[in-house]
């Protein structure tokens, strides 16, 4: 399965509170920075070396590819090529952005990036995937940042890489060399379960817990016409042909993980051997399970063909009541509302294993890179603009507050579309927000996560009156106290990297995987056929796969 | 002298054009190299290194090559019978229509689709053919189950093949329909002479005088056995109908541009140019041989 | 009794004519239907051909958003230049190869070359290099250039002019014509029909194709408005790499299919108004230079 990152942070999320007062601690940084080793000269630029956030002397441009923004918000006049936020970067460090390419469908820009490593024309800067990362580095096109970001990285940026004790940033490293910066993927992007809160009751139904509890509820919301309006028009459990994938929503993620099964992910098993999660016998009692649930109508019949849009659809007309999606998911189920205002969403740790645990493979903790081009003269204004970027986003510089104030414009309109934030920050965040909620007080929230406190209020006040704060309240308050359940049992890949073999073989991998496991569930397919996979999937290059691994995971 | 300066002329109106191919059609052919190549994109064609008929044996080796062969020739077999026959009829019938005003209108409407993109019609297609759209609920009419069309491997190349006819079936009658006025009338007078119906002359004048037409058609469409429609499907298809749906052209596209498996996609393309050129010049001189038709 | 079933055959053929054609028209018909229609009857699969509960509002949302224009602008750009260069570029190249090669003797070089141009490729990513090498990408001569040369029309017009009588030529040569005046005083004058055929061809080929613009152009703003279409309506699936709440809550917005079919209707719309004006021609234009005796 394909590993779409998922990490989700937001310009409101706070950095640790620690870190309030980073001016002081970023000259400190510089001062030592400045003491140990100044050995690059730049002559024409020498006053920029003192300080990571001071500005060039003369202007340095930089081209950047990098995925658009789908349904910008800007106001008028605006565009994510010239901005506040651009200009505020230009005005800080005298950089300039100038954009080589952009588009906003994800496979479209996978292509614009493939294109340009393809012709060896890349731009300065791109954001890219870890196959495009190592074709890159593979093609020798890629510029060293180590010195870079030791120099010029803001002690906020440091502190984000250094919150996951190194797994981030040694996994970018190639002969101790930094070619990218890569983003960090939080904890807590696993998938909980959705469900109607008003349905239940309606139905008087119990939360669900167990995986046959999920399947009784999902039987009784596609049966029992839970929205009393006298026909059967709701459907069951929500699903997407990508089937499982981390942090994606609708996936099925949790009902493999019940049955201890993770599919994509590389792990030990108890001979100490690695194995694929795709190919362990687990993976056959899951998918049977499924197949049974898809047989008796309790997953949406058509899941197959369902775009993320399809399934969001049907949420918001009131048709579904029950899916798997993140906790950020309360901004795409917030819209039930306004078809139905009865609509209550609640997020449940569900389903447990036969001992009570969800079980959880831990992210990887990274899936875009960062990346500089091979002879760009400046690498270190990169990681100046980023810099300067997350004083800006996470409002640690007051006046960046100022920029488009109360507009709600995306942070995707800075120009490094990075996400890198704490490991934990979902659920200390949530926690710093209950505590505030509960003492009607926001004092003690950092600058950034002031406006999700007050929508929060907001909507304890009025439930569901405003959606954009229902939506947050659901987010940040109902899905993130979630993500710290107590019933959740981590289980540590052994290795998230791609071999040779993998750039070579692993898409017909994926594809013999994801078109099997689709058959088996819809029934197009026996049960046993998953023999059969396995077979074909070892002697297809999945064999060479499983070995290289084994060797790199025991180094 | 005279005759000279013509001909001077005649290579001055061809450069333009001539030129336009040579930078945008001849120069990119160089690329094929990259189908023998180890590609390195730094490299370049120049300097990557030569791999000889590696990416081929690769491509051999996967079973997906059989797979996407076998479904673009029965796709694009499919599609050439059908968008034959239909139109043939369609012809026919629409040569009874007596009403030329009728007739007008009607050929007015059948045109249209041919002129409308694959991308506006996949989007109304899809449209249609979900569980709740429209051809579900007049199914649901009849009392039958709705059925999920685009991921259907029974489906999928039924709605292909019809989709298409559905397009160009209409546009397709101009050719029958030119070959229908040059038959002469005084067959058909004769015939009524004779006494014979309707249903005869149409089996013994019109049919016979169509057929011509109908192989050589058929004859020029073997160049066309492993062009199955590349935007008709890039834009309808899913995984779980690559089964039946994916074509050499929509697994190039993916391996090339979604995978940079830059060798492999080439490699793939080449076989498919090279397989269709041998074709359509052996249409081409069957055409000439039998019906000495000549298209250049 | 002849007549008797004569009446049963011909009401037969016209009830099965009819029914072909308004199977041809529902397509378009559904998507008007849809971009009049509520949102939610639409979500709830409750429209066929007739809108439910009408409403412009899908149309006053189109209004608002400049994108939609500005692709409608690369692409009227892109259809009247493309329009002009294919045009000159083919009636330039038919009227020399419409000669026989004892006239000209570089002619079957000529046509083996391009007939050669129209087989062969050398695929997507080396036809990408040479546009990206010659700094075309982004451009609108990205959209025109390469498609320049339609073979297909100049095969058609150079067909058309061959069924041209030798004594005209003659005739203009006689008065000290040159080919130039020949090509554009005798022949073009009588090659209306062939002219609006080719002319629309070429139209609807670059109203249509989406492709190109898509590999070609990088930033949307030069987008033509089939590659805006398609990436509005088929790939909203690009969520699954943006799992960003702020993300989420601006797609689940714009997932609208009412929205995407006031688009899709508003595009076909060119192609609708130009159609009838040039299909009276296209018909011989076809025939003519296509079937020969």
């Not at chain 1, 250094?162 to 996994?171: C, E, F, H, K, M």
């Not at chain 1, 927000?433 to 304890?460: C, F, G, R």
């Not at chain 2, 694009?76 to 059908?82: D, E, F, G, S, T």
């Amino acid at each position: 399965m394909q590993l779409v990152m998922a990490a989700a942070l937001t310009a409101s999320l706070a950095a640790c509170s620690q870190n309030a007062n980073s001016g002081n601690g970023a000259n400190e940084q510089n001062a030592a920075a400045e003491g140990t080793g100044n050995t690059q000269n730049k002559p024409d630029n020498a006053a920029a070396d003192a300080d990571p956030l001071a500005p060039y002397e003369e202007t340095v441009t930089f081209t950047l590819g990098r995925q658009g923004v789908a349904g910008n918000n800007l106001p008028a006049g605006d565009t994510l090529e010239s901005n506040q936020f651009l200009k505020y970067v230009e005005d800080k460090l005298n950089i300039k952005v100038q954009y080589d390419f952009s588009v906003e469908d994800g496979e479209a820009y996978k292509q614009k990036v493939n294109l340009a490593i393809a012709s060896s024309q890349i731009p300065d800067v791109m954001i890219v995937d870890e196959n495009q990362y190592k074709q890159l580095a593979e093609a020798d096109m890629l510029a060293d940042l180590t010195e870079a970001y030791d120099k010029y990285a803001s002690p906020l940026i440091k502190q984000y890489y250094d919150s996951y004790n190194g797994r981030v940033l040694d996994a970018v490293k190639r002969d101790g060399k930094m070619l990218a910066l890569p983003d960090t993927n939080i904890a807590g992007n696993n998938q909980l379960l959705w469900v109607r809160g008003d349905w239940l009751k309606t139905l008087d139904l119990q939360a669900p817990s167990t995986l046959d509890e999920v399947a009784a509820v999902a039987k009784a919301f596609k049966e029992q016409d839970p929205d009393r309006n006298g026909a059967a028009d709701t459907v069951g459990l929500l699903g997407d042909p990508n089937l499982a994938t981390d942090g994606a929503f609708f996936t099925f993620d949790p009902i493999f993980a019940a049955y201890g099964a993770y599919p994509g992910y590389w792990l030990k098993d108890e001979s100490g051997a690695v194995v694929n999660g795709s190919i362990a016998p687990e993976m056959k009692d899951a998918l049977g399970k499924l197949r049974e649930m898809y047989a008796a109508g309790l997953i949406d019949e058509e899941f197959v063909t369902r775009k993320w849009n399809d399934n969001a659809a049907q949420v918001a007309s009131g048709k579904a009541g029950i899916l798997f999606a993140p906790w950020f998911a309360g901004w795409m189920l917030s819209d039930s509302v306004k078809n139905d205002a009865k609509a209550d969403w609640i997020a449940l740790t569900a389903p447990l294993d036969e001992s009570g645990k969800r079980n959880l493979a831990v992210s990887k903790p990274s899936g875009q890179y960062l990346v500089v081009r091979k002879g760009f003269e400046h690498p270190e204004a990169i990681v100046k603009t980023l810099s300067v970027q997350y004083e800006g986003l996470r409002l640690k510089d007051p006046a960046a507050a100022e920029l488009y104030k109360g507009l709600g414009v995306s942070w995707l309109n800075w120009p490094l579309n990075l996400q890198l934030n704490n490991e934990n920050t979902v659920y200390e965040g949530y926690l710093r927000l209950k505590s505030a909620v509960e003492a009607k007080d926001s004092a003690s929230l950092p600058a950034d996560q002031v406006p999700t406190y007050d929508s929060i209020v907001k909507n304890l006040e009025n439930p569901k009156q405003d959606i954009a704060a229902y939506a947050n309240y659901l987010a940040y308050y109902v899905g993130g106290s979630e993500v710290g359940s107590d019933k959740l049992n981590r289980i540590e890949p052994v290795f998230y990297g791609q071999t040779e073999t993998m750039a070579k073989k692993g898409t017909n991998l994926t594809k013999l995987e994801n078109e099997t496991f689709l058959k088996i569930i819809t029934g197009n397919a026996p049960l046993d056929s998953f023999d059969d996979f396995v077979a074909q999937w070892k002697k297809q290059g999945g064999d060479e796969i499983t070995q290289e691994v084994q060797q790199e995971a025991g180094q | 002298m005279r005759n000279r300066s013509f001909i001077l002329n005649y290579h001055l109106m061809l450069i333009p054009g001539a030129v336009l191919l040579f930078i945008f059609s001849i120069v990119p052919m160089f690329g094929v190299a990259i189908a023998f190549q180890d590609y390195i994109p730094t490299k370049g064609i120049f300097a990557s290194e030569w791999v000889g008929w590696e990416n081929f044996g690769y491509m051999f080796s996967l079973p997906d090559s059989k797979q996407i062969f076998v479904n673009t020739i029965s796709i694009a077999l499919m599609k050439i019978a059908a968008g034959l026959v239909v139109p043939f009829v369609f012809a026919l019938l629409l040569n009874e229509a007596r009403i030329v005003l009728f007739k007008r209108t009607i050929q007015t409407v059948v045109y249209l689709p041919h002129f409308m993109s694959w991308v506006i019609l996949s989007g109304i297609l899809i449209n249609m053919l979900t569980l709740d759209g429209l051809v579900n609920q007049i199914l649901s009419w009849f009392g039958r189950e709705p059925v999920m069309f685009l991921s259907s491997n029974a489906w999928f190349r039924p709605i292909l093949v019809a989709s298409d006819v559905w397009k160009e079936f209409g546009f397709s009658t101009i050719i029958y329909l030119a070959a229908l006025t040059s038959i002469n009338a005084s067959l058909y007078e004769a015939a009524s002479i004779d006494g014979a119906s309707r249903l005869q002359k149409l089996l013994y004048i019109t049919v016979p005088a169509l057929l011509p037409t109908v192989i050589l058609l058929a004859t020029l469409s073997l160049g066309n056995v492993l062009n199955a429609g590349f935007e008709q499907i890039l834009n309808l298809y899913n995984p779980l109908v690559y089964e039946t749906g994916d074509i050499i052209d929509t697994y190039v596209y993916r391996t090339g541009l979604q995978e940079m498996q830059f060798g492999l996609a080439t490699a793939v393309g080449l076989l498919k140019s090279a397989v269709s050129f041998i074709l359509i010049l052996i249409s081409y001189g069957l055409a000439y041989r039998y019906a000495n038709y000549r298209i250049f | 009794m002849v007549k008797e079933t004569n009446k049963i055959a011909d009401s037969g053929i016209y009830l099965i004519l009819a029914f072909s054609a308004l199977l041809c028209l529902a397509p378009i018909l559904y998507a008007v239907a849809l971009s009049f229609s509520d949102k939610a009857a639409a979500n709830a699969g409750l429209v066929y051909f007739w809108p439910v509960d009408f409403t412009l509002s899908s149309y006053k949302e189109v209004l608002g958003d400049r994108f939609f224009f500005i692709s409608f602008g690369v692409s009227v750009q892109r259809v009247v230049l493309g329009g002009i260069i294919n045009f000159l570029v083919t009636v330039l190249m038919a009227y020399p190869l419409s000669k026989s090669a004892r006239l000209f003797p570089g002619r079957n070089a000529y046509m083996w070359y391009m007939v050669f141009t129209m087989l062969f490729s050398g695929g997507l990513i080396p036809w990408y290099m040479t546009i990206s090498s010659l700094k075309m990408l982004d451009s609108i001569w990205a959209l025109v250039l390469p498609t320049a040369v339609p073979v297909f029309s100049v095969i058609l017009l150079m067909n058309f002019f061959r069924g041209i009588p030798k004594e005209l030529d003659e005739a203009a040569n006689m008065d000290g014509a040159g080919p130039w005046q020949t090509l554009f005083h005798i022949y073009l004058p009588t090659s209306v029909p062939s002219m609006a055929t080719i002319t629309l061809f070429s139209i609807v080929g670059h109203w249509n194709s989406f492709f190109d613009g898509m590999i070609l152009m990088n930033h949307k703003e030069n987008w033509p408005l089939q590659t805006y279409i398609q990436q509005l309506v088929l790939s909203l699936s690009s969520i699954m790499n943006t799992t960003d709440p702020e993300e989420i809550k601006r797609l689940s917005a714009i997932s609208n299919r009412t929205l995407s079919a006031a688009k899709v209707v508003l595009s076909m719309l060119p192609i609708l108004c130009i159609y009838p004006f040039l299909q009276r021609y296209f018909v011989s234009g076809i025939v003519l230079g296509a079937v020969k005796e």
